[in-house]
């Protein structure tokens, strides 16, 4: 996957456009931080998330942290593999790792979103 196609939030989820809906995962700072993903708890479909507030929760072996929507919609397909085994989300984050998509709501857009370069200049002022 080309990461410069994705949009990226402040909070390290990564979003893919593809037509109204929008894929939704970590990055991979994220899952580097996490170390050994061990839980997650992801929304139901038809569920309505909003843009920058919680729609689930992921555990580690270190800690568990918030998931924010990086864009406004419902909650149209999970990613019912990682209820099972979350360890995709550390082979591939990417890839099988991905964790919502999103039905985009009536004139949200992901133009609020980072581009690839500046997420990564985000990392390096944050020091990482």
């Not at 708890?41 to 580690?60: C, D, H, M, N, R």
Request: with cysteine; glycine share 8%; proline share 4%.
């Amino acid at each position: 996957m080309d990461l410069n196609t994705l949009r990226y939030a402040k909070s390290h989820e990564w979003a893919r456009l593809d037509g109204d809906v929008v894929t939704v995962g970590i990055t991979q700072y994220a899952v580097d931080q996490l170390t050994d993903v061990t839980h997650l708890q992801l929304p139901k479909v038809g569920a309505a998330v909003t843009a920058g507030k919680p729609f689930g929760e992921i555990e580690s072996v270190k800690a568990v942290f918030d998931l924010y929507a990086p864009a406004s919609g419902t909650v149209s397909e999970i990613n019912s593999k990682l209820a099972a085994d979350p360890s995709a989300i550390n082979l591939d984050c990417y890839g099988p790792g991905w964790m919502i998509k999103i039905k985009l709501a009536a004139g949200a857009t992901l133009d609020h979103l980072m581009t690839k370069a500046q997420y990564d200049a985000q990392l390096a002022e944050e020091g990482h």
